[in-house]
């Protein structure tokens, strides 16, 4: 099956610092990646669309300043939260669709854990 | 009116026992949908596709009904296994863009 990876899978900053999230495509090459942040007992909530070689379309409300995505390969998405504030803590999980049809399933990262002190 | 509800439930039922969640989605050129799994503090896995003919696999259907609007999961012989969140997911091709749409998902317990 499709798999996705994400990288760190955990990580705790200082406020004020900026930490760059990973998400891999292994096995197949994804035009589009997925950000989505979850708070607890929450619904996952879209961020942003990351299209390879062209700018992020961000949700409304959704600052491109401080959450700034990078989609430089077919492989690879990155999501910079910049200047990191306690309310930025979350559960932040990437996503990519393999294959280009409106029937072809999101397949998720494992997810990034922030927690920012 | 939410693009995509679902019920948080939660939904508590025996081993065993046969349990129904419903989605209901506001956007009727919505093409695709999909059922997820969602562990406590883990990311969504992909349970199964919906079919507008219906599909099963194992002790789960899955059914559309496009003139209504709604997806449905029907989870049989429930397992201790089967307690997660359900997530409904709605995908939306429109003007070239596609968006894809997450429930906010229904909790389910099964008791021993």
């Known amino acids: 099956g499709a798999v996705v990876s994400q990288h760190p899978s955990r990580v705790i900053c200082k406020s004020g610092t900026s930490v760059k999230i990973e998400c891999r495509s292994l096995d197949f090459q994804a035009t589009t990646m997925f950000w989505y942040r979850q708070f607890p007992k929450q619904s996952l909530m879209l961020m942003a669309t990351s299209n390879e070689g062209s700018k992020a379309t961000y949700e409304q409300g959704v600052e491109k300043d401080k959450f700034l995505i990078n989609h430089a390969s077919l492989t690879l998405s990155t999501l910079t939260v910049t200047s990191a504030h306690p309310e930025d803590s979350s559960f932040y999980i990437c996503?990519?669709?393999?294959?280009?049809?409106?029937?072809?399933?999101?397949?998720f990262g494992n997810g990034t854990r922030l927690t920012v002190t | 009116r939410k693009e995509v509800e679902q019920d948080p439930g939660p939904f508590n039922v025996p081993e065993g026992a046969t349990v129904a969640f419903n989605c209901t989605y506001s956007?009727?050129?919505?093409?695709?949908f999909f059922w997820y799994r969602q562990d406590c503090r883990k990311e969504p896995k992909l349970l199964m596709s919906?079919?507008?003919s219906g599909n099963e696999d194992g002790r789960f259907t899955a059914q559309l009904n496009r003139a209504s609007q709604y997806i449905s999961l029907l989870i049989r012989d429930s397992k201790l296994s089967d307690s997660a969140t359900y997530l409904c997911?709605?995908?939306?091709?429109?003007?070239?863009?596609?968006?894809?749409?997450f429930g906010t998902g229904t909790k389910l317990q099964v008791i021993p």
């Open positions: 919906v079919y507008s």
């Open positions: 997911v709605v995908n939306t091709f429109s003007g070239g863009y596609q968006k894809v749409t």
């Open positions: 996503s990519a669709q393999k294959g280009t049809g409106y029937n072809s399933p999101l397949h």
């Open positions: 956007n009727s050129a919505s093409q695709s």
